[in-house]
């Protein structure tokens, strides 16, 4: 029996693999130290060439250079001529001439501008977001009741969810328990392939219990 157990075991948990594998123009990345150009008359971003200064670009050109903050939460920040602008942004790419930010404690996508005295941020609805997602099921925090939600895959087949926030919840470092992802897209989760039974994901704020940082529970179940 013991072996059995064993067996069984191993044919559940031999599959989990989270490696999703994220495609253009998410991998379009703005990346530490890294300069992008904006343009105020065509609103417009591109990355900047290799030690452009901004006195090389023209009157309608601002030259902006990325840091993350050494505080607790890992920001983004866009400096430009000794100013700091704020992005509230964890994660940026390209997408043509759109910037697009990730929050990976809101769980929220945005698209930048900038209107001459900050960068604006625009939420992205789900259907701009599942463009860039188009082989994931998004699961949005609305539809959780009570702060469990139950999702279905397919019989021996591995499927991708990812935690899309409508809400105003904050999940500031907040991460998922008991599977192992490493995502850049923080919300990004994968089933087992081999599941046979109900498996429960938990999304917590360091295995806390406590009610002021509930636990999202996410049940997956097998499906036809």
């Known amino acids: 029996m013991k072996k059995l157990i064993i067996v ?69 920040e866009y400096d430009s001529t000794d100013k700091q602008y704020d992005t509230n942004s964890t994660y940026e790419f390209l997408d043509e001439n759109n910037l697009i930010a990730y929050n990976a404690h809101s769980l929220k996508f945005y698209k930048l501008n900038f209107n001459g005295e900050k960068i604006t941020t625009q939420e992205l609805t789900p259907s701009e977001i599942q463009k860039y997602f188009p082989d994931v099921e998004l699961v949005k925090i609305s539809e959780f009741k009570n ?37 850049i897209i923080k919300g990004i989760f994968e089933t087992q392939k081999n599941q046979i039974f109900p498996q429960t994901i938990i999304y917590s704020h360091f295995q806390s219990r406590d009610k002021m940082f509930p636990i999202l529970e996410i049940k997956i179940k097998n499906s036809l």
């Open 147 to 183: 702060n469990k939600i139950e999702l279905k895959k397919p019989w021996f087949k591995q499927k991708t969810f990812m935690l899309v926030n409508d809400t105003k919840t904050d999940f500031y470092k907040y991460q998922f328990e008991n599977i192992k992802s490493y995502q």
């Open 8 to 76: 069984l075991t191993i044919f559940l948990f031999s599959n989990i693999v989270f490696a999703y594998e994220y495609k253009a123009p998410l991998i379009n990345d703005i990346k530490d130290s890294q300069s992008v150009v904006y343009n105020k008359e065509t609103q417009s971003w591109t990355k900047a060439a290799i030690d452009i200064k901004q006195e090389n670009l023209n009157e309608n050109e601002i030259l902006f250079t990325k840091y993350t903050t050494k505080g607790s939460g890992g920001y983004s």
